[in-house]
């Protein structure tokens, strides 16, 4: 029995013994090796490498690595630029109007009433000489009567001091009616009618200045007529005007004399050729466009007033440096071009352009000649090229590293 106690004794001490030798390694923190130190890199040194700062490059970018082979995967084209005859297409709408030059306002100089009526509606056709009305006037009548009194006087000669300026009198006085029928644009086929029948006529017949078309008629049968009253506006349409709209932009494009064609619905296929004339010198501040004055000559009367049609003018730009159309990536800040540097490397680069020639810009600065420019898949190469700027990029594509 004692033997027994002994050994339950012993075990238990053992236990004891135990247990308290592990709460001790629990408690007491195992050091740690100094070679096992953890270093802290500087924050600097954590961030990753920005690329948009590099020297030559556009703010916001970085160059851009693309596998050889995933690259027609992506399918990246490039062009060489070269130097080519450029011009500048510019395009308006244009409507036709008369030659303010070749419209003659039919008026008389003297009061009176219409007698006879010779064109009896807008439009109609005259030729030069042809009569458009007949107006008997009071005034005329007296007029051609004082004058035939006057021209008689001058025949009669009296003897003597009084009969020498009684002839004064009556030449001084035939010239001034003469002058006077003159100053009412009497046709000088009437006063010599006048002089040779030496009887006045009752009505004077108006006659149409010019070959042309009737574009206003505002006369009738016994209507009275005033000085300065327009009874009939007379058009020559031979040669006539376009009136075209050019954006504020295109106007210093623009010269006297330059060439320029005009199309029209009403005759397709048919190209009208003229030139430019005038170009007003105030701007439109709701359409910012500035009127322009084409001529064209017209022989045919096919363009008529008031038609609508499209006027293009072809501007030389000269043997430039061109750089496609498909190729300019515009951020509304910057025009962003991508050259190929080599095998899948490409550099954005910053380019100024200048006048636009069909599908290609005027380069004038930024690239050089025989640079490869990305024309497809550039968009996807702007983004991935920002990303990387940023430190991020797609799979398949990996940034140079400097």
Same mark, same amino acid.
Request: hydrophobic share 40%.
């Given at each position: ?54 020297? +030559? ?6 160059? #851009? ?7 027609? %995967?992506?399918?990246?084209? =490039? ?16 409507? #036709?109007?008369?030659?303010?030059? %070749? ?20 439009? !109609? ?34 003897? +003597? ?97 330059? !060439? ?26 709701? =359409?910012? =466009? =500035? ?19 499209? #006027? ?15 190729? #300019? ?14 095998? +899948? ?6 380019? !100024?352009?200048?006048?636009? +020639? ?19 898949? !550039? ?24």
């Amino acid at each position: 029995m004692r033997l027994r106690a002994l050994k339950s004794s012993l075990i238990a001490f053992l236990v004891a013994i135990t247990v308290t030798s592990c709460q001790s390694e629990q408690e007491t923190p195992k050091a740690q090796p100094e070679h096992e130190t953890m270093k802290v890199k500087p924050e600097a040194e954590t961030k990753p490498e920005s690329m948009s700062n590099m020297e +030559g490059m556009p703010s916001g970018y970085a160059e #851009v690595k693309i596998d050889p082979q995933r690259i027609q %995967l992506f399918g990246v084209r =490039t062009e060489k630029i070269i130097s080519r005859e450029l011009s500048k297409s510019v395009r308006a709408v244009g409507i #036709v109007a008369a030659d303010e030059r %070749l419209v003659k306002n039919i008026q008389t100089k003297f009061s009176g009433w219409i007698v006879d009526l010779y064109v009896n509606f807008t439009n !109609q056709s005259v030729k030069k000489g042809e009569p458009l009305f007949s107006v008997y006037s009071p005034a005329l009548l007296a007029t051609q009567e004082e004058y035939l009194i006057a021209k008689k006087g001058t025949k009669n000669q009296l003897k +003597g001091t009084f009969g020498e300026e009684y002839s004064r009198t009556n030449q001084k006085l035939l010239e001034s009616v003469k002058q006077r029928l003159e100053l009412w644009d009497i046709p000088q086929e009437e006063i010599e009618r006048l002089d040779r029948q030496g009887t006045p006529m009752r009505t004077l017949t108006i006659r149409s200045p010019i070959d042309g078309i009737v574009l206003q008629k505002n006369a009738f049968a016994g209507m009275n007529v005033e000085p300065g009253m327009n009874t009939f506006i007379v058009a020559n349409l031979s040669h006539i005007w376009v009136l075209a709209d050019i954006f504020e932009q295109d106007i210093a494009s623009i010269l006297i004399g330059q !060439q320029a064609t005009f199309i029209m619905n009403a005759f397709p296929g048919r190209v009208f050729e003229g030139q430019v004339d005038f170009i007003n010198y105030v701007l439109d501040q709701t =359409t910012r =466009t =500035t009127k322009v004055r084409l001529e064209f000559h017209n022989p045919e009367i096919l363009m008529k007033p008031g038609m609508y049609g499209v #006027v293009e003018l072809t501007i030389p730009i000269g043997f430039v440096l061109a750089l496609p159309e498909a190729a #300019v990536i515009d951020t509304g800040t910057q025009k962003i071009v991508f050259i190929e540097k080599g095998p +899948g490397l490409y550099m954005p680069v910053e380019v !100024q352009l200048g006048a636009k +020639g069909g599908e290609f810009y005027q380069v004038l600065k930024g690239l050089n000649e025989n640079d490869l420019v990305v024309t497809s898949s !550039q968009f996807l190469m702007d983004s991935e090229s920002r990303i990387k700027a940023t430190g991020g990029g797609m799979q398949g594509m990996e940034m140079e590293k400097k």
